[in-house]
């Protein structure tokens, strides 16, 4: 987004796209593909401590997966933050917050969430539809069929599937039942 008026003193605009990314998708990887060609930077953040359930994968395994996989975006920087998203976002002077939209049901819960970090940081945060190819695919559902013997090689990005294997080889059929 170059060439906006009056902006052009400032030094672009930053988008932070946070989640737990555990693991990262190749929705995750979508859209922190769409958002680079959209901003001039874009900061991933792995929230630490997800609210929802202890993470199957170390802070240091997700934020390394990532980074393996954004290697070929200039333009993208993995880092992660405690706390408030509010806070680590004006910490960061970024202009916009990204969130992937999968389905209906994402949008309820995100409206409230988007409208609670503007109010408490001033900053908005910009909705990117999931491409339809990842639109059923999230990190809970890769990881339950994956440790029931799924292949999902097609849901997540090779660095991503290296360290799942590395972590819990995959049942083979014989031993699913
Ligand atoms: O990948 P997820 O689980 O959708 O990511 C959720 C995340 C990390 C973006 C959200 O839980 C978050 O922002 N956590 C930080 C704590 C926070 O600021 N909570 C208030 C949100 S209004």
């Keep these: ?10 030094q672009g605009h930053a988008a ?8 990262m998708t190749r929705g995750h990887l ?15 953040a792995v929230v630490v401590n997800p609210q929802k359930r202890e993470p199957l994968f170390t802070l240091a395994e997700r934020e390394r997966m ?5 290697a070929h975006l200039p333009n993208v920087e993995v880092t992660h933050f405690r706390g408030l998203l509010a806070d680590f976002v004006r910490g960061r002077g970024a202009t916009v917050i ?5 389905v209906v049901s994402d949008f309820e819960s995100e409206m409230s969430t ?7 940081s001033a900053v908005d945060t910009v909705f990117l539809p999931s491409d339809p190819r990842w639109s059923f695919v999230s990190s809970t559902l890769v990881k339950e069929v994956y440790s029931l013997g799924a292949d999902v090689a097609e849901y997540v990005p090779p660095a991503v599937l290296q360290v ?3 972590k819990r080889p995959a049942p083979r059929p014989a031993e699913r039942s």
Excluded: W
């Excluded at 990204?98 to 999968?102: A, E, H, Q, T, Y």
């Excluded at 988007?114 to 408490?120: G, I």
């Design 1 to 10: 987004m170059n060439g906006v008026p009056g902006a052009s003193d400032r």
């Design 16 to 23: 932070i796209y946070p989640g737990s990314f555990d693991p």
């Design 30 to 44: 979508d859209v922190i593909e769409r958002a680079a060609a959209i901003f001039d930077k874009v900061v991933v």
């Design 66 to 70: 990532i980074t393996a996989s954004v």
């Design 98 to 102: 990204v969130k992937g939209l999968r």
């Design 114 to 120: 988007a409208l609670m970090n503007r109010s408490l």
């Design 164 to 166: 799942m294997q590395a």
